[in-house]
Nanobody
Framework: QVQLIESGGGLVQAGGSLRLSCAASGRTFDGYTLGWFRQAPGKEREFVAAMNVYGSLYAEYADSVKGRFTLSEDSAKNWGFLQMNSLKPEDAAVYYC????????????????WGQGTHVTISS
């Protein structure tokens, strides 16, 4: 059994930063793909970023967040992180972390473990 818990969301001004965390129990990130998705009200679930964790890291980012968001991890503690800088109103959403074993993919259906989400709200 694997459980994922997101944290770190909240209210931030446009141009500000937040760091989201994803804590896993029951399994380590090492050897798996850690993905982040977001869903705004009335919108479909959207790919944000994903990384493979094999000791060295490989990551991909959605064009909308590239250069602003950065993935990292602490595999020893089973934590994954999404650093979000230069936040825009369009970034407001519920953010979800997910774990899969199929490599980096932007399709949410390819991930088999999900957290319950953390809210990110952007103010002017």
């Amino acid at each position: 059994q694997v459980q994922l818990i997101e944290s770190g969301g909240g209210l931030v001004q446009a141009g500000g930063s937040l760091r989201l965390s994803c804590a896993a129990s029951g399994r380590t990130f090492d050897g798996y793909t850690l993905g982040w998705f977001r869903q705004a009200p009335g919108k479909e679930r959207e790919f944000v970023a994903a990384m493979n964790v094999y000791g060295s890291l490989y990551a991909e980012y959605a064009d909308s967040v590239k250069g602003r968001f950065t993935l990292s991890e602490d595999s020893a503690k089973n934590w994954g992180f999404l650093q979000m800088n230069s936040l825009k109103p369009e970034d407001a959403a519920v953010y979800y972390c997910a774990i899969g074993s199929r490599g980096i993919t932007r399709n949410w259906k390819d991930y088999n473990y999900w957290g319950q989400g953390t809210h990110v709200t952007i103010s002017s």
